[in-house]
């Protein structure tokens, strides 16, 4: 199984990105998808979720109504739109596919992890 994330980079406080992760050697409808980060010297934590079917999300409180997810089945890829970032959204962006039915939002319920893309927000 390999997560390929990409998209990540250097964007000005209010500006926008858009993180990809292309998922192969697995079936990716059946998984739930998500994406997390980490902040140097900082716990990983979850931003987002996406259902198998694309259907239901859920988000982090700090990032609701700023980002959005979302997954093309067809391109067995997720994606992660980041509009009016903030310096404290800086981090190391991690994909990962959970093959569980629930949208989970704690990082041990993911079975596999992408390496990561890093997103840096200037002040």
């Known amino acids: 199984v390999q997560l390929q994330a990409s998209g990540g980079g250097l964007v000005q406080t209010g500006g926008s990105l858009r993180l990809s992760c292309a998922a192969s050697?697995?079936?990716?409808?059946?998984?739930?998808m998500g994406w997390f980060r980490q902040a140097p010297g900082k716990e990983r934590e979850f931003v987002a979720a996406?259902?198998?079917?694309?259907?239901?999300?859920v988000y982090s409180d700090s990032v609701k109504g700023r980002f959005t997810i979302s997954r093309d089945n067809a391109k067995n890829t997720v994606y992660l739109q980041m509009n009016s970032l903030k310096p404290e959204d800086a981090a190391v962006y991690y994909c990962?596919?959970?093959?569980?039915?629930?949208?989970?939002?704690?990082?041990?319920?993911?079975?596999?992890w992408g390496q990561g893309t890093l997103v840096t927000v200037s002040s």
């Open positions: 990962a596919a959970d093959n569980s039915a629930r949208l989970e939002v704690t990082a041990a319920a993911y079975d596999y």
């Open positions: 050697g697995l079936t990716f409808r059946w998984y739930v």
């Open positions: 996406i259902s198998r079917s694309g259907g239901s999300t």
